[in-house]
């Protein structure tokens, strides 16, 4: 407790620990080197009880090799306990027995997942070793039975009727889970944009098992060809779901903006909505672009659809004046064939239409936010806060390497100095880095009962209202605005939600980091085993990362690469700390940050999720 840097404790000194295991060390008083020293004592609690593996086998006994690197050795599995798996099965293992000082740990095989080479058997064995519940409990699904029932005219008793509102859901191709509708009129120079939410708190009642279960998982989990959902799917794509021609339940912000595209007034309200159509992203966008096909067929949406783009060019130009900073990182996408083998990757883009969903969304979750906020109800946030001051140190020197700079006063630093440097670096060779660079030094965003801003989109209030279906937050706070529009937001109930928010704000933060976590490893996996294919390949690169252990290459096609310094045989290389480099000692050649290189692939690994190349 106290300490602020993490302390390094050398092999020899680990006392039987394991990653994630809680422990109590002794830190000596020495400092060799720049970080503090310890070694364990006692292990306080075992933080790996159950670690996913792929099992061998020996004559007489078996052992199970951990997935995750960070479990130190191989398992001893005896015969008995195998639950009869082969070699090259995937298996659940509980550990029974901690190894001491050169014996293995022992363990029991309590699942199989399936053959190292089925299909999907890869993905699932990371779902395990996340702890991503998939099976939803009976008692749930009883429940779920009960609640999804069609809208009836009880149901919409009371609420404003808007079914016959021009009103359109815009999504990825595959999406089946659509939160949010969207209906946009221009009267007078000013803009009327309704952002409409799936009422989800109507069919999830606070307390029950359904809703239990939801918090339990706190977000759905995307891995590239598989969704687990956060509630089942007979809500998540049916009732809750804005399907088209059909009648839904919602809870609408209906906002009034000027011509300059500032909030001039709003109303939140619970309503009954009609979506006209469910479009795609690429189908609006091709109707910006003046597709005349798909413009026929539209034909009474067009109009509108080019309102929305001009709209959210105002937003977006609003957000950049005040120093909202816009991260244009392409993402993967990664086309997989019927065996789960993939057999495309490429950089997904944002196109007109993806950037008009994103821009109303922001504006509808930020006049959220600042409505109850002013209200002073208990809330949850979404924060995120200004980066550390040696983080912002640590960025200058190395972008002044490249020649430029940021402005600093007394230690803090403005979002608009972030969005300049954006700025100046497009469409240099050194943009992705640096803009890597620049993410890398921000804190992670997070839920909070108190409002802290958002310091990448350079607002004062912000919160997350637009997914319900696929966001235990959204759906949180659906409830406390619900409360309050009926008026029963009493002393009783705002403590209620002050007692429980914060630990709801923690669980959700959570289980966001599990979820990204999981679905960045499912990725790794799935641009692993396409490399696999790609042996000898030789490609262009740019070199995306520098470490004292090698170089990392990134390819047009989003994958990255490491060359090992070991790998770098023409010279004796030296990581430079302070810029990032790699120097040969006798040539003085240097690798740097922002660098295009010809590499060729040298080896992929599907188990270690790891990519080698070396310079061509």
């Known amino acids: ?25 002794s830190v000596s008083p020495a400092v060799t080197g720049r970080r503090r020293e310890g070694k364990v004592l006692h292990v306080l609690e075992r933080g790996m009880k159950q670690v996913v593996c792929t099992y061998q086998l020996n004559k007489n006994f078996g052992f199970a090799v951990p997935d ?87 149901d919409m008793a009371g609420r404003k009727d808007l079914r016959d509102w021009q009103m359109v859901t815009i999504d990825g191709e595959d999406a089946k889970d659509l939160d949010d509708a969207i209906t946009l009129e221009v009267k007078n120079g000013h803009y009327f944009l309704g952002v409409h939410i799936a009422d989800v708190t109507h069919y999830v009642k606070e307390g029950s098992s359904l809703d239990k279960e939801a918090l339990k998982r706190g977000t759905s989990v995307y891995l590239v060809n598989k969704v687990i959902p956060m509630l089942p799917h007979v809500l998540s794509n049916g009732i809750c779901s804005l399907n088209e021609s059909v009648d839904r339940l919602a809870l609408s912000c209906l906002m ?97 239409a993806t950037k008009i969903i994103e821009d109303f969304m922001l504006v509808a979750n ?9 209200q002073e109800m208990p809330f949850l946030y979404r924060s995120h806060e200004s980066p550390d001051a040696d983080r912002i140190k640590r960025l200058m020197i190395l972008i002044k390497n490249y020649g430029y700079y940021m402005n600093i006063r007394q230690d803090s630093i403005h979002p608009m100095e972030f969005q300049k440097l954006l700025g100046k670096i497009e469409g240099t060779p050194e943009e992705t880095m640096i803009s890597r660079l620049v993410l890398r030094s921000m804190k992670q965003a997070r839920y909070t009962t108190e409002n802290f801003g958002h310091f990448g989109l350079a607002v004062s209030y912000y919160c997350h209202f637009t997914s319900p279906i696929r966001r235990y937050p959204d759906l949180q706070i659906h409830r406390i605005i619900k409360e309050n529009l009926r008026g029963r937001l009493t002393g009783e109930r705002m403590e209620h939600y ?41 490609y262009e690169g740019v070199i995306s990362g520098v470490t004292k252990w090698g170089v990392y290459v990134e390819l047009p096609n989003t994958i990255e690469g490491l060359i090992h310094v070991a790998d770098m045989r023409d010279d004796h290389y030296n990581f430079i700390e302070e810029t990032y480099e790699m120097v040969g000692e006798h040539t003085g050649k240097t690798w740097k940050l922002g660098q295009k290189v010809q590499i060729r692939v040298t080896d992929a690994d599907r188990l270690q999720r790891t990519v080698n190349f070396e310079f061509v």
Not at 273 to 283: A, L
Not at 366 to 374: K, L, S
Request: aromatic residues 6%; proline residues 5%.
């Open 366 to 374: 930020e006049t959220i936010a600042e409505d109850f906020f002013w």
């Open 1 to 25: 407790e106290g300490e602020k840097e993490d302390i390094f404790i050398p092999e020899s000194e680990t006392n039987g620990a394991m990653h994630m295991d809680t422990v109590e060390i």
């Open 256 to 352: 009034e903006l000027d011509e300059k595209g500032g909030i001039i007034g709003h109303e939140i309200t619970e309503s009954v909505i009609r979506v006209n159509h469910r479009m795609s992203y690429n189908q609006v966008s091709r109707i910006l672009d003046g597709d005349k096909e798909l413009a026929a067929v539209y034909a009474d949406a067009v109009e509108m659809f080019k309102e929305m783009k001009v709209l959210s060019d105002l937003l977006r130009k609003k957000r950049k004046e005040r120093g909202g900073i816009d991260f244009d990182f392409p993402e993967s996408k990664i086309e997989l064939d019927d065996r789960d083998f993939p057999v495309d990757i490429h950089p997904y883009d944002r196109n007109p």
């Open 68 to 154: 995750n690197p960070k479990f130190g050795s191989d398992i001893f599995i005896p015969l008995e306990r195998s639950k009869g798996a082969v070699n090259g099965h995937k298996v659940v293992v509980e550990i029974t027995q901690y190894g001491k000082k050169g014996k293995n740990p022992e363990g029991k095989v309590v699942e199989i997942l399936g053959h190292i080479n089925d299909p999907g058997v890869d993905i699932l064995s990371i779902v395990r070793a996340y702890g991503l519940p998939v099976e939803f409990d009976p008692k749930v699904m009883t429940q779920v039975e009960h609640v999804a029932k069609p809208v009836s005219e009880a």
């Open 498 to 538: 002050r007692k429980i928010l914060t630990e709801v704000a923690s669980q959700c933060s959570q289980r966001e980091r599990t979820a990204e976590e999981s679905e960045r490893e499912v990725v790794k996996l799935k641009k692993a085993e396409y490399m696999q294919a790609h042996i000898g390949g030789e």
